[in-house]
Each structure stands twice: as C-alpha cells, then as structure tokens.
C-alpha cells in the first residue's frame, strides 16, 4: 500500500508544495514518484502506432514537437533533482486539447496515492467549476491528499478525523489504518458538534460506540470540539489539536447547493493550512 505515488505537475509553486509532501511520504514508504503533466494543446492531435502525439493540423507538427521537446526538459530537471535525493521517480506527459481534463487524466491512472497542490483560499477558476484538485478528489479512486502551504518537514503524527457519527466509511477505513501505520500516527477521531447538529454527551456516547463498531475500530475514544460553524470548526478543531493533517471520508455531490456554495470537503481542500486527505466513498 502507498508504493507508487503519483503527483500531476503545473510547473507553478503548486507543484513544489505537492512535491515537497510526497518526498515526505516516499522517503517512509520507499514508495516511486510518478509525475504526470499535460500539455494544453490547442492543435488537434492523436496518438500514432507508436505512442507518439501527431498534429492533425498542416504544420503543426514541428510546432507540436517543440511544445513537447520543452515540457519534457522541465520535467526532467525535477526527475534529476528528486534522484539526487534518492527517491524513486518517472514522469509521464500527456497532450490535450482541454485543460478541464487533467482531473479525469489524474484519476485514469490508478496509483495508491495522488497528492496534489493548491492554491489556499482558492475556490472556482470560473462560475460552477471546481478547482482541479477538487475534481480530482471527486474522481480518483484512491486517496487524494490535497497541499496548499509549503510542508518541508512534513509529518503526520496527528490525524483529525472528523466524523457525523452517521457516515459509513469500512469500506475505506482500513486504507487510512494502514497509512497511519507506515507513519505511526495518532488517529483524532472528533465529532463536531454545532447548533445545527447537537447532540448531548449520551448521545454522542452512544452514536460513537455504534460508529466504532459500524467500522471495524477498536481502542478508540470520540473527542467533542464544540463550535458554532461545522467548516469553520473542523479547521478550529485541527488546530486545538495541534494536527498535522486532516482526514475526511467524502460523498461528492452535484446538487446545485453544492455547485453554488461548496461543500465542506471543497471547503477544506481549499481553506485548510495543513495537508488533507480524502477518501472517496463514491467510489468503492
């Protein structure tokens, strides 16, 4: 588990946060790096008998060969770098027409881990898009852990988990065990309680011991952050307990809610100062 880590790359300081948590991680788990990068193209292309991106256009190969010759440099100039630090690293580029498919690009690829960097307080690059990391998250069938601050020293020690004590997440539980394992961290189950979701300590008492048992977790005890906002909170809440990382098990929505306001994984993947994971529960 977490072996091969792939990691989409813009060339931006997105790119050197994302980077800079998965050598983090890769130096634990001796895991390979695998950066993927797709070139914009806005010439028509295709791939030939022998995997290589052709122009339709007249004239645009010799355009399109420059475009490529050029990203593979940047790219193998990180390859070079990474390798003189000992990690384990390959790249791969890709050419598209559309820059709204990187996520589904990412997400086809099928590695153990994606970690991807953001810009913080971002939300939508236009009216009712997602940021790619969120769509990223949204598609990929393994974790995501989404970075929006530069993490040199990264380590996850402390792991906030919050959960409504309703949701269902065994199916993916024993993916977070098994990270938390590899690093010896400390797993923060905390349930945030609100105005708008309240429940008294018998109550929570109860619904954690049923949560618990629902997920296969033993040994664990449920911590109250009390607050008035559930976003908000789940932010104030990591840092109260001084968490390296939040973990969030999603079920990612269209509703047209969501599409306007967010919801509160698109909040914290875009607010949050410390590393979040995300656990697809879309995708079993």
């Known amino acids: 588990m977490y072996e091969k880590i792939l990691v989409p790359v813009d060339f931006t300081d997105k790119t050197s946060k994302a980077l800079n948590v998965a050598k983090q991680i890769a ?11 797709v070139v914009k193209a806005a010439l028509t292309v295709y791939l030939d008998e022998l995997g290589l991106y052709k122009s339709k256009a007249p004239g645009g190969q010799k355009f399109l060969d420059e475009v490529i010759e050029k990203n593979e440099k940047k790219m193998e100039r990180y390859v070079e ?15 598209d027409s559309s820059p709204d498919k990187i996520a589904e690009l990412v997400a086809e690829e099928g590695f153990d881990l994606t970690i991807v960097g ?46 409504s004590l309703e949701d269902d997440c065994s199916q993916k539980m024993s993916d977070l065990l098994a990270f938390a394992e590899k690093f010896n961290s400390e797993l923060q189950f905390v349930y945030v309680n609100t105005p ?38 789940i932010l104030n809440a990591a840092d109260f307990y001084e968490s390296d990382m939040i973990t969030l098990f999603s079920k990612h929505s269209e509703s047209i809610k969501d599409l306007i306001k967010g919801n509160i994984t698109e909040y914290l993947i875009t607010r949050s100062d410390i590393p979040v994971m995300t656990f697809n529960l879309n995708i079993g």
Do not use: C
């Open 81 to 95: 770098k990474l390798s003189n630090e000992g990690i384990k690293i390959s790249y791969k580029l890709k050419v």
């Open 118 to 163: 953001n810009y913080e307080h971002q939300r939508f690059d236009e009216f009712l898009k997602r940021t790619h990391p969120e769509r990223i998250a949204k598609l990929a069938m393994n974790p995501v852990i989404t970075v929006n601050q530069n993490n040199e020293g990264f380590a996850p020690n402390k792991i906030l988990v919050p959960t």
């Open 196 to 233: 708008a979701f309240f429940h008294t300590s018998p109550q929570i008492r109860k619904k954690s011991h049923l949560w618990f048992q629902k997920n296969g977790l033993k040994g664990y005890e449920i911590e109250v952050f009390n607050t008035k906002q559930l976003q908000k909170g």
């Open 27 to 37: 130096s634990v788990t001796g895991a390979e790096i695998s950066l993927i990068h």
